[in-house]
């Protein structure tokens, strides 16, 4: 990141104070240092691996999460659940492999935007302890929501 300080005085005299001028650039990655990071591979990794295991659960146990989407009164589940499990499946894999990783970061965004009101709606439980279970997922997909939108950012610097 680009940032130039410098500091002036207006005078020798202890009387009057300093005066501080900055000049702030936008940062880039033009020099590849955040995302060549062994740091970041690994946030990269963590975060696109996790998903995609998520999603060939998904795809493993089929039949049960339609059934649970159906439950939840999700939109047409036979259609909606694959097809949201092969776009998680390629979006934790983008961002694994930092293969278009704008459009796969944006992708999870838009899995957990559209999923995580439906599937974690906590504010229509009755069971206290049902209740938290669906808040927990809900802020943890919040949460991940907004790692995705960071990637998103990230790679578009990179490009």
């Known amino acids: 990141m680009a940032l130039a300080s410098r500091l002036t005085s207006r005078s020798d005299s202890d009387d009057e104070p300093l005066e501080r001028t900055e000049t702030v650039a936008e940062p880039t990655d033009d020099d590849g240092s955040v995302t060549d990071s062994a740091l970041f591979r690994l946030g990269r990794v963590l975060f696109g691996g996790v998903l995609a295991f998520n999603a060939i659960d998904n795809l493993r146990n089929l039949e049960e999460r339609i ?14 659940v694959p097809a949201a499990s092969v776009g998680l499946l390629l979006g934790g894999l983008g961002v694994v492999l930092w293969k278009l990783p704008a459009a796969a970061a944006l992708g999870i ?17 009755d069971d206290p302890e049902e209740k938290q279970q669906e808040q927990i997922q809900f802020l943890k997909n919040t949460a991940l929501f907004g790692a995705a939108l960071a990637f998103a950012r990230v790679a578009r610097r990179s490009e």
């Open 67 to 80: 059934g649970y989407a159906e439950f939840k009164g999700a939109p047409e589940p036979d259609r909606t």
């Open 109 to 125: 965004a838009g899995f957990l935007a559209g999923t995580t009101p439906v599937m974690h709606d906590f504010w229509n439980q």
